[in-house]
């Protein structure tokens, strides 16, 4: 086995599970899943049939992460948030054909107790506030806070806020990677 798994974890049949991933305590891996290399999957967590985890995505306790949820790599989900993948669930009606599609993007961070309403993809280094209550698109970079979210800013992809001068161009303080916004979009300039 190329993976770690903690003898309380569940893993069903017909999983792929890739080298270097760790799943701890309690945690339950339905069928047709996919986890990604390096991945870790905290305590408590629940990962539906068909969901897909890409390489080195970190899951935090407590997370149950719903058929139709795709996280590309470096995908980060703090302890206790929530997706959901029902837009209008009742006990007494079955809605599994109506399972919408969430993405989130590579290198995205999504904070503690956070809530992802599905249908709303989120973007590409986005970084959601613990707390946050996402209702919409959250575009690449963004930061996102409250109930429901509101954007506040831009983050870097070491997750820094960043600032933009006079001339839409902003400088992570950790990487030193410069951004430039223009229409609303936030953009890498300077490649690694």
Known sequence: MEYFAHETAVI??????????KIWH???IMPD????ENCN???NVVVSPGVVLGDNVKVQNNVSIYTGV???DDVFLGPSMVFTNVINPRSAVNRRNQYLKTVV????SIGANATIVCGNDIGNFAFIGAGAVVTKEVPDYALVVGNPSKQIGWMSEYGHRLEFDNS???ICQESQKKYKLENNKVIKIQED
């Open 70 to 72: 795709i996280c590309e």
């Open 168 to 170: 839409n161009i902003a």
């Open 33 to 36: 899943s996919i986890i990604g």
């Open 105 to 108: 993007k590579k290198g995205a």
């Open 12 to 21: 069903d049949d017909n999983v792929t599970i890739k080298k270097g991933t």
């Open 26 to 28: 309690f945690s339950h």
């Open 41 to 43: 999957i905290g305590q």
